[in-house]
């Protein structure tokens, strides 16, 4: 009987572990973010990723990265022109979670410091 129990209680515990490490691979990466910004944006914008995600706080990077990264585009399109283009193509689109995890990961409230 106890190893029937033990079985049954395994069961839940495999399938929590197996859905937390399908979440975790398929969420966004602040690291891969951090590459990322430093290919395509740091030319750009001039400005090295410390100081560019220092430009706000978790929240308002959060809401600027909402229905796609839309602020996000509006905003740093008009500050940084020549980032425009890539902000707007569809290299930022299949990026824009990992950039955003990546500045809200290292926002100026988050306590952290980028590398780069």
């Not at 859905?19 to 691979?25: K, N, Q």
């Not at 980032?83 to 990992?98: I, T, V, Y």
Request: proline content about 4%.
């Amino acid at each position: 009987m106890k190893s029937l129990i033990a079985k049954f209680a395994r069961v839940p515990l495999v399938t929590i572990v197996a859905l937390g490490l399908a979440t975790s691979f398929a969420s966004a990466d602040p690291a891969r973010g951090q590459k990322l910004y430093l290919k395509f944006m740091k030319d750009a914008t001039g400005i090295k990723g410390d100081a560019f995600s220092a430009q706000h706080t978790i929240e308002e990077w959060k809401k600027l990265c909402e229905n796609g990264g839309a602020d996000l585009i509006k905003e740093y399109s008009e500050k940084y022109p020549n980032a425009a283009e890539f902000l707007k193509g569809e290299q930022f689109k299949k990026f824009q979670p990992d950039i955003c995890d990546f500045v809200i990961h290292y926002a100026k409230d988050s306590g952290n410091v980028p590398s780069c």
